[in-house]
């Protein structure tokens, strides 16, 4: 867990993942200023936090390279629901861990149900259910 690669930030468009202030966020904006006489051109990037949800902001040169992480897509089955929270097994690894269930999904989730999770960084995120248990 917790692949990054580097990438140019100049190359970075809306909806590219990037890590700002140690988290992964999705870019909601970015706006590129012309370059000086002796000066680079500088990118205003906006960027929304995938798991806190905060809104961030960072002006750099766009020759900089920026950090991007590797976001692992993997299956789960739902093992049992208490709360906001469910009990799952991964499909791969048979490792059983607990997952915030997202707001859209509390209603939604049950037993047995598969469901896809995404592991950025040092945390696991339920996207969404793949389909319905018996």
Not at 62 to 78: R, W
Request: hydrophobic content about 35%.
């Amino acid at each position: 867990m917790g692949e990054v690669t580097r990438r140019g930030v100049g190359t970075l468009q809306k909806g590219n993942y990037i890590i700002l202030d140690g988290a992964a966020c999705t870019v909601v904006s970015t706006q590129t200023s012309r370059p000086g006489k002796h000066g680079h051109a500088k990118v205003r990037l906006q960027a929304v936090g995938i798991i806190d949800g905060k809104k961030r902001e960072v002006v750099m040169p766009g020759h900089d390279e920026v950090d991007v992480p590797i976001i692992g897509k993997k299956n789960a089955q739902v093992l049992s629901v208490s709360g906001d929270h469910a009990n799952v097994m991964d499909m791969e690894t048979y490792e059983t861990f607990d997952l915030l269930i997202p707001e859209e999904l509390r209603e939604k989730v049950a037993s047995g149900d598969n469901v896809l999770y995404w592991e950025i960084l040092n945390d696991r995120v339920m996207k969404q259910i793949m389909q319905k248990g018996s």
